[in-house]
């Protein structure tokens, strides 16, 4: 079996990390603000993995997420999964290069199925996150899509149900509701699952301390649990978590950290 993984989730938008609240978004500062005052740099021996996102309100500048995912590279060890706006095989091709190790669509899942078949002929299946952002209606949970800001009428009990017709080798869920609460995950969210549901998940969205993200590793159906919670967990803060973790009998990869 698999173990579990502990993701930290870094938002671009426009030359600036953000921290982001029910999908609104508050500028931080660059990456070397991050790792003045953060130390970032210390950040990927503390996680499975890093996801680093351009959610960018006005028009990408991929030339520009482009450098800074070459920086992150450099300063972070652990494997990275870059994404946002990627619209065609050129688009995956350039984060790919710029040393992400896997790409992570969301948007063009719901407006062009075929472009995830194409990313997946060309780099495997293995190397496609599925991000779906969801929001709670009247007891149910939509699929969102352009950064949260178009609900949609395709549930996510329907989207998953359909995920096995989609090339892709794992999926995060993310909601949109509990994003930067701090109150933890909404684990009604896995409830949506189909009984026997074979891709591998990434939960997100509310992590506030570490209680959060062992409630979510203990979840049989979580593969990975992720945060994109900046002022919680950076310096020493994801360190701490891990271990506590590993404490409480979580089965996550165990990491020399001295």
Not at 81 to 96: E, F, H, P, Q, R
Not at 148 to 154: P, Q, R
Request: hydrophobic fraction near 40%; proline fraction near 2%.
């Amino acid at each position: 079996m698999a173990k579990k993984r502990l993701i930290f989730t870094l938002l671009y938008d426009s030359g600036s990390f953000m921290l982001s609240r029910n999908f609104r978004l508050q500028k931080v500062g660059d990456i070397n603000w991050l790792e003045k005052n953060y130390g970032f740099s210390n950040v990927g021996f503390s996680i499975d993995e890093l996801i680093v996102l351009d959610v960018s309100r006005n028009e990408r500048n991929r030339d520009e997420f482009s450098e800074v995912l070459k920086t992150l590279t450099n300063d972070c060890f652990a494997p990275i999964a870059a994404g946002g706006g990627i619209n065609s095989v050129a688009d995956a091709i350039k984060l790919l290069r710029s040393g992400a190790d896997k790409i992570v669509v969301n948007s063009s899942l719901h407006s062009n199925g075929k472009l995830i078949s194409e990313l997946a002929q060309e780099f495997g299946r293995q190397c496609i996150i599925a991000s779906v952002d969801c929001k709670q209606i009247e007891g149910k949970f939509y699929i969102a899509t352009n950064n949260g800001s178009n609900v949609t009428d395709l549930t996510l009990t329907k989207f998953l149900e359909q995920c096995s017709d989609l090339a892709i080798g794992e999926i995060c869920i993310n909601s949109i509701d509990r994003d930067g609460t701090g109150n933890g995950f909404q684990i009604e969210l896995l409830d949506c699952l189909p009984e026997l549901f074979e891709i591998p998940v990434i939960i997100s969205g509310g992590v506030g301390n570490y209680s959060h993200l062992a409630e979510g590793l203990k979840d049989a159906r979580v593969d990975a649990v992720a945060t994109a919670n900046l002022l919680n967990f950076m310096g020493d803060g994801l360190a701490s978590a891990r271990s506590q973790l590993v404490n409480l009998g979580i089965d996550l990869p165990i990491f020399d950290l001295h």
